[in-house]
Nanobody
Framework: QVQLVESGGGLVQPGGSLRLSCAAS????????MGWYRQVPGKQRELVAA???????NYAGSVTGRFTIFRDNAKNMVYLQMNSLKPEDTAVYYC??????????????WGRGTQVTVSS
């Protein structure tokens, strides 16, 4: 059973920084992507950043240049370094894991989420 546990959320002032961490446990096969999504009430969950086990990354345009995703594959950890935070970054952030099969389909797993609030 795969489990994802996030940590590192909280309250930060505009312009500040936070680092989110996600620990994955269980049997995790490659190839896979680990990433972060976020959601605010009344809106769809949106991709923030994802990193493939092979190294490629994908960022939402709104966070490019401010957020960095990185992984420790040996520890099954993924991190999101968030700098220059803005009030519009306020959301619940979810860790996501997709494990791909040879036919391109995937199994998807989610963490419970961690609240990030950017406010003065």
């Amino acid at each position: 059973q795969v489990q994802l546990v996030e940590s590192g959320g909280g309250l930060v002032q505009p312009g500040g920084s936070l680092r989110l961490s996600c620990a994955a446990s269980g049997s995790i096969f490659s190839p896979n992507t680990m990433g972060w999504y976020r959601q605010v009430p009344g809106k769809q969950r949106e991709l923030v950043a994802a990193r493939h086990s092979g190294g490629s990354t994908n960022y939402a345009g709104s966070v490019t240049g401010r957020f960095t995703i990185f992984r420790d594959n040996a520890k099954n950890m993924v991190y999101l370094q968030m700098n220059s935070l803005k009030p519009e970054d306020t959301a619940v952030y979810y860790c996501n894991l997709r494990v791909f099969a040879v036919d391109g389909t995937f199994m998807e797993y989610w963490g419970r989420g961690t609240q990030v609030t950017v406010s003065s």
